[in-house]
């Protein structure tokens, strides 16, 4: 498995900015799908967005299109989530998580095997 870290997180003001860091270890990163998830208090685990081992496919859930993006860096394993225009309902702990690149993308949390510790998001009104 492949070891996960994020960083990044933290308290904002509703429009406001911030970007999640998450470092990678352990294997090798390109075979590696990347996605962010999050959680809210009393909620599931939810989607966010994922991203191929080269950076050339995408998805976002729909609450967070055109304000999320998802990239990464292969020569430093790294992976990172840019949220602008925050709002409330982001509020949530998240995570990172990968998943062996086999040709197919799936967003539920459970085709993920490794996942990193989370990271709070706080979005104050």
């Known amino acids: 498995q492949v070891q996960l870290v994020e960083s990044g997180g933290g308290l904002v003001q509703a429009g406001g900015s911030l970007r999640l860091s998450c470092a990678a270890s352990?294997?090798?990163?390109?075979?590696?799908?990347m996605g962010w998830f999050r959680q809210a208090p009393g909620k599931g685990r939810e989607f966010v967005a994922i991203i191929s081992w080269n950076g050339g496919r995408t998805y976002y859930a729909d609450s967070v299109k055109g304000r999320f993006t998802i990239t990464r860096d292969n020569a430093k394993n790294t992976v990172y989530l840019q949220m602008n225009s925050l709002k409330p309902e982001d509020t949530a702990v998240y995570y990172c998580?990968?998943?062996?690149?086999?040709?197919?993308?799936?967003?539920?949390?459970?085709?993920?095997?490794?996942w990193g510790q989370g990271t709070q998001v706080t979005v104050s009104s």
């Open positions: 352990g294997r090798t990163f390109i075979n590696y799908i």
């Open positions: 998580a990968a998943s062996f690149d086999d040709g197919s993308y799936s967003y539920h949390p459970s085709d993920f095997s490794s």
